[in-house]
């Protein structure tokens, strides 16, 4: 009796600090972060936090713990390669929510889409996102691409890393090329008869390209398969590969150039 | 040689009349240094090698002072600064990737998704008819990036407008940085080069243009404002 008038009931407030501090004693929470991570040691704000914030966290793939000060200028880089990288992340995202819906046939493929518009919730939002969202990272690799020749940055040591920007602006291009065909309406069959008829002048080898591409001579359900297929996970696997290059490269190459 | 700094010699110097102070009280106080059994244990093993190399066969002549197991050598390296760590020739301004980078990438994706999201419950992307093969619509356009060359199709035999220049446009832009020798990034020292894309990207920007807004039904010539837009993101 004399102890409970001695210790009154813990308050709600004492309980979750409790609960807290045995969720971050345990070993599944200590297995989840890793020595140093600032979600087991607290943070407050000092040099060394600052270091651990990177250092002990997956973003010490993307970043180094220090940076040049000028490179974080947004007057320098403009954010163009790094609204380039989450644009490609956001439709990623999107797309596979289009997924979902739909069939990569003759027979389906524009009703899946209609259907999408006016029957699925958030559906016609989720694909103007993705729509655009690609309409975007088109001009914003090519902004990009330019930000980079008017800075000089592709000078050396950064050579190399401009012939995978070139790779990867060829691969965005690709990316929207093979998306436009996919709603399968007018507009997507004959803007990819163009561009596709383009590829036949290539001296040699173009129509075999084209028919390998096409699936045929011409366009049809074959197309659209292949296309998707290259679409959904072809040159994103791809672009991925070279992306993870290009940032790493960014590192290697002493970080951002300049400044001016 | 380098400099040593004044503070750094003082140091040193402070360091080593301690380490003589402390070994002649250190050695009345018991040798405090190295505990003793480590110490036995240190000459058991070198008497354990010592009876190893004293019972080998009579090869010849181990040298007194040989390691366990009879080694002779000893590795000595001198590694000079630089070889393997880069030493930084001067020290760059440098600021901490958090919070000063990532508090601007945030923002940046932020204002990035909120601007695609507003755009996009407002401008719905288009869905024409379902693809018709016997319909072929007029003007057929390819998408806007490949309208520049859709435009040079009207201009050149296709062989051309369709290979040969956009492949030469390729290969110069992928050997850009090896044929611009000129190593200074400041643009006073670039004018040419700077010129030389200026030029190449207006003309791009000028067919994009054209194609997308000045093509009309059969790709004929029109103004936007008198026979309309024929054109479809
Ligand atoms: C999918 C497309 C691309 C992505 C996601 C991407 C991403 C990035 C990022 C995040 C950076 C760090 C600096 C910055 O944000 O500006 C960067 C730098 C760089 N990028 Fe890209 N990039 C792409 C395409 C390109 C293209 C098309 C080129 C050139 C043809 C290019 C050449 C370079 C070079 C040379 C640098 C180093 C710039 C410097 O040090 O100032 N990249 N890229």
Redesign the pocket.
């Known amino acids: 009796m004399a102890k409970v008038l001695d210790n009154p009931r813990p308050t709600a407030k004492e309980r979750l600090a409790k609960i807290g501090e045995q969720m971050q004693g345990s070993q599944a929470w200590n297995s989840i972060f890793r020595p140093g991570s600032i979600f087991r040691k607290g943070y407050t704000d000092s040099p060394r936090n600052r270091s651990y914030v990177i250092m002990n966290s997956v973003l010490y793939h993307l970043h180094p713990v220090k940076v040049k000060r000028h490179a974080v200028k947004v007057s320098y880089?403009l954010?163009?390669?790094?609204l380039?990288?989450f644009l490609?992340i956001l439709l990623t995202v999107t797309g596979i929510f289009l997924m979902f819906f739909y069939r990569p046939t003759g027979a389906n493929a524009w009703q899946d889409i209609q259907t999408l518009q006016t029957s699925v919730t958030f559906g016609l939002l989720v694909r103007n996102m993705h729509r655009w969202g690609a309409h975007l990272m088109v001009l914003s690799?090519f902004l990009?691409?330019a930000?980079?020749f008017y800075?000089g940055?592709?000078k050396p040591p950064?050579e190399f890393?401009?012939v995978i920007?070139?790779i990867?602006?060829t691969?965005?291009l690709l990316l929207s090329f093979t998306g436009y065909l996919l709603p399968w309406d007018q507009l997507a069959l004959w803007a990819v008869t163009v561009g596709t008829n383009m590829m036949g002048y290539s001296p040699l080898v173009g129509n075999q390209v084209r028919f390998v591409l096409l699936g045929g001579v011409e366009i049809g359900s074959e197309t659209l398969l292949r296309w998707y297929v290259l679409h959904v996970i072809m040159f994103p696997f791809i672009?991925i590969i070279f992306?993870a290059i290009?940032?790493w490269r960014?590192r290697k190459?002493g970080g951002?150039?300049?400044p001016l | 040689m380098t400099e040593i700094p004044e503070h750094l010699l003082k140091r040193a110097q402070a360091a080593r009349e301690k380490a003589a102070g402390g070994d002649a009280g250190g050695a009345q106080a018991g040798g405090d240094r190295i505990p003793d059994q480590l110490l036995d244990r240190t000459k058991a093993a070198s008497d354990g090698a010592a009876a190893v190399v004293a019972s080998a066969p009579a090869g010849g002549g181990v040298p007194v002072g040989a390691g366990p197991g009879g080694h002779t050598q000893r590795l000595l390296t001198v590694v000079k600064s630089g070889s393997i760590q880069e030493a930084k020739a001067a020290p760059v301004d440098k600021v901490h990737t958090w919070p000063h980078l990532l508090a601007v990438e945030f923002v940046a994706a932020l204002a990035c998704t909120a601007f695609l999201f507003v755009f996009s419950w407002v401008v719905n992307a288009p869905l024409l008819q379902a693809a018709d093969f016997n319909k072929t619509p007029n003007p057929s356009k390819a998408p806007w990036y490949f309208l520049g060359l859709q435009e040079l199709l009207t201009m050149f035999h296709p062989m051309i407008a369709g290979v040969t220049l956009p492949g030469m446009g390729l290969i110069a832009?992928i050997l850009a940085p090896y044929l611009d020798r000129n190593a200074s990034n400041k643009p006073e020292d670039r004018k040419f080069m700077t010129s030389m894309m200026t030029m190449f990207l207006m003309f791009w920007a000028v067919l994009t243009i054209i194609g997308s807004f000045f093509r009309g039904p059969g790709f004929n010539f029109t103004f936007p404002w008198r026979d309309g837009i024929f054109f479809e993101l």
């Not at chain 1, 954010?79 to 790094?82: I, K, P, R």
């Open positions: 880089t954010c163009l390669g790094g380039s990288f490609f690799v990009h691409m930000r980079v800075h940055a592709y950064r890393n401009w920007g070139v990867l602006l691969l965005t672009i992306m290009h940032f960014v190459d951002i150039s300049g | 832009l």
